[in-house]
């Protein structure tokens, strides 16, 4: 990683790794270039298999997912959406519950605005990690 105060340049895949796959947002250190209230970026590299913990509920944000490899199911509570061919995407709006599956090793970018202290997936007691009664995960 290479910074100064308005500069910053990196690589997705090791910048990502460490910080559970954000690049940018309200997390990052306010004196970070990467600090922002307005957008949220994630590099996720997902293998196989894995699928979202539990439910995000309640959500507060607008969301775009693009598919960059691999292929990657959004489950919503109406319907599944499968992102099976590079470049295909999903958005979804405030106030839709989600979760994902991997179902072959992935790679995805996510926008997310605005950028919503108490939403990062690692805090349990964030409330997207709050699981809907009766939606088990994927």
């Known amino acids: ?16 790794a460490a910080d559970r796959g954000w690049l940018l ?4 250190d306010p004196a970070d270039p990467c600090h922002s209230r307005d957008v949220e970026i994630k ?3 997902h293998p ?12 507060r944000r607008t969301a775009l997912l693009v598919l960059i490899s691999g292929r990657f199911r959004l489950d919503f509570p109406e319907r599944s959406v499968v ?3 590079q470049g295909d995407y999903v958005v979804w709006g405030r106030g839709v ?5 991997a179902e072959e090793d992935t790679v995805v970018l996510t926008v997310r605005w605005p ?5 990062r997936a ?6 997207e990690a709050v699981a809907t009664p009766g939606t088990p995960a994927p």
């Open 48 to 59: 196989k298999g894995e699928a979202r913990e539990r439910w995000a509920t309640a959500e």
């Open 1 to 16: 990683m290479n910074a100064d105060s308005t500069i910053h340049t990196g690589r997705a895949g090791p910048d990502a």
């Open 25 to 28: 947002g309200h997390f990052k």
């Open 97 to 101: 519950d989600h979760s994902w599956y």
């Open 83 to 85: 992102l099976a061919e």
């Open 43 to 45: 590099w996720g590299v």
């Open 122 to 127: 690692d805090r349990p007691e964030a409330p």
């Open 115 to 119: 950028s919503v202290p108490g939403y």
